[in-house]
Each structure stands twice: as C-alpha cells, then as structure tokens.
C-alpha cells in the first residue's frame, strides 16, 4: 500500500491529519513488523502507551485507545511508519499473537491444503473477521455517529470485502450506507435491520442461504446440468429494482404440485431493460432448475410446455396465517428481503399515516401505494379481493388480486 491507500482508511480527516502528525518514529517506543502483522507502543497522554497492532491479511486493527474511530489515528499512524519504512522485521509480542489467534482462530480450524475452493473460502473468513471489527468499532459508536461518517470510511471497509472475495458483504454495507444517506424520519430503525443482517454473516455457517448471501455464486450451466423440477408454474408476482448501474426483473411463481413458491431474476447493464424469465399472469408447464439458497429458491427456466391463463392458487384466511407461513422461510434464511405473502378477502383501508388491507378478522397489513394499488381498486371498486404480494417486512407490494376464490389477475 502506498501512502494515499493508507489515509483512505481514515474514518474522517480528523483522523487523517491525527495519524499523520504521529507518523514519526520519535513518537514510537517501539515499532516491529513481521510477515503477519505490524505492531507498535505509541505514547499517548497518560503512564502507559498504546498498544497498536494491524492484521497484515485484510488490514484490520486494534488499538488500546480509547478512540471510538475506526480505524483509529494511532492504526493508520503505524500503517504510515510502515510504508515509509519506519517499522523493523521482528518477533511479534505476545499481545500481538493473542489478538491475531483470536481472530483466526475459525479460519485456521479450516484449513486443509490443496482442496478446491478452499483458498476462497478462508479469503471470505478473513474477510468475515475484519467486518466483526468493523460492526464492533460501529456499535461502540452508535447510530447516530453514522451520518456523519466520511465517504472513504465506507469505501474502506466496502473495498476489504471485496479484496477477500465477499461481495455480498460489501453491497450490504452499499446498502446500509444508502439507508443512513437517504436520512428518512426512522432511518435508524432501518439501519439497525441492515446491521443485524451484517452481523449474522459474521455469524455463517456457510449454509447454502449464507453463501449465496455472502457472494459466493453458480453459474446458470452448471445448475441446468443439475436437478431439475417439473410442475405447473403459475406466474403472479414481480420486482423491479435498479441500483444506478443494473436493472433487475425478479418474477415468482407457485409450483402446484411443490406447493412452494420460486422466483427467476434477469439482470441488464448499460441503461437496458432486462427481459422477464416468465409471461406475468401465465400458468406454465414447465421444467425448472434450482439454484443453491433458501426458500424461496431461485431457478432457472428450463423446457416450457404449456401456456395458459393462471388458475387461482391456494391462500391464505387471514394475514396472520399467512405471515405464520412464511416464519419457516426466514428461519432458513434470514437475510430474506421479500417474502410471498397472500390472504383471502382483504378490503382497503387508510389512517393518516399509511394505507393498509383489511382481512376478514380485520388485521390489517400496510400496503404500498401506487399503480398496483390504484388498479386493484379500479378493478374491484372498493369490493373485497384476494390479494397476493410481496412483503418486504414494512410493506406489501401489491403484485395480483382476485375476487374471492376467481382466477388472479397480474396488476403493475
């Protein structure tokens, strides 16, 4: 690293400018480095100095400063002293080797030399551990201490993740970033929803669910050479999002003879408009191949046999039913953002605050506004209809309605 990479980890210029007034050697009792890690003892104000040490691996930290910054001044001062070769080849105290054997512990346990796709697994692990400092440095800090946090301090960690093969991770914390800079009144309820996510990937067990969470991915080839399920599809819900750089088209479907629902996602570049995988309102006779993950699954479409109108599908009486239905799917993966959710005569219905739909025992669940909605109400007048949607844990976007028991009808 050059000295420019080595400030880019700085928090804020606070600390930049912080660590490089204490980037000389004159301020270090002592400074040490070995292929491992750097370590040195920076005198602070008070009897002691402070232990600082850096994990040579992914570049995470430690300090005994009381700094709730991180990195902290005194890390990336000892960073500088090393790329201006200020630090000497040495042996490393033992404080240095506790802290790295903590934190690679997990991964040493896992290594066995030459076996394939090892080698990127104990990148992600590595990676892993630097992210639980990471979340450990922001809960010392707290939410509020988030809007304040520069650009580089996200690009940092964000630019580890992807260095130790996690890309997952690093468009979680994108995401997490995108929350606390869209400053909405509740931001923070957002915030702390996104960071438990993050901490049960440091939690992994490398599940199907977590790897596909954490970047790990399977080529479309290689799950079209493998299991294949043929069954009656019925398409009814869908999911447009565009993150500035890719647009992408998710569509579920209802398996009748699995009873479970999968969905397909069509990503295009380049201002494009990617294809849907499915006809939205169709029933299909079809094959389709599984990818890794949790429920729902996602596949690819394989031979199509049949087209026809959607026939209607089993749902559920009442919202709680439904959202009882849909615990399993989070239990086996709870980094799940949408869920399929479905209730018999639901009716609308608003406060001051939000729009809801009403059930049959009158629970209501809150409801996105917009064309989906508007043409739901259009078509039924006001009238009771089945409603089918995807929640998202605040919401439900409104995807297909019914009259009660009828065959559903696609709504955008």
Sequence with gaps: MDVEAVLAQAPDRQVAAGASKLAAPAKWPELGRDDAALWGLCQGSGKSPYQVCVDLTDRATKCSCPSRKFPCKHAVALQLLHVNGSTREGSQPE????????????????????????????????????????????????????????????????????????????????ELRSVVGANRPRWYEEATDHIGRLYLLTRTDFSDAARVRLGFTTTEQEVRAGESWADDWVVLLRMDSDDGKVRTVRQWAWGRSRKQWVYTA????????????????????????PYPGGLPRRVAVGEITRTGPAGPIPVADTWEQALAAAEPLLAGDPWLRLVPLCAKATKPARDDRSLYLVDVVDRALPVRAG???????????????????????????????????AFPEVVS
């Design 266 to 289: 069509r990503h295009a570049a380049g201002g494009a408009i990617p294809v849907p995988a499915m006809t939205p309102g169709a029933e299909l006779t079809a094959v389709m191949h």
């Design 95 to 174: 404080w240095v080797g506790n802290w790295l054997r903590a934190r690679h512990t997990r991964a040493t346990t896992e290594r066995k030399p030459a076996q394939p796709g090892k080698r990127r697994e104990e990148s992600v692990r590595a990676g892993i551990a630097g992210l639980t400092d990471w979340l450990t440095d922001l809960s010392a800090g707290g939410l509020h201490t988030l809007p304040s946090r520069e650009p580089a301090w996200w690009q940092g960690i964000m630019a580890r993740m992807v260095d130790a093969q996690a890309p997952g991770i690093a468009s979680a914390i994108g």
């Design 371 to 405: 064309a989906s909605l508007a043409q739901a109400l259009a078509r039924t007048g006001g009238a009771p209809f089945d409603a089918m949607g995807l929640w998202d844990g605040n919401s439900l976007q409104l995807s297909a309605i019914a009259e009660p028991g």
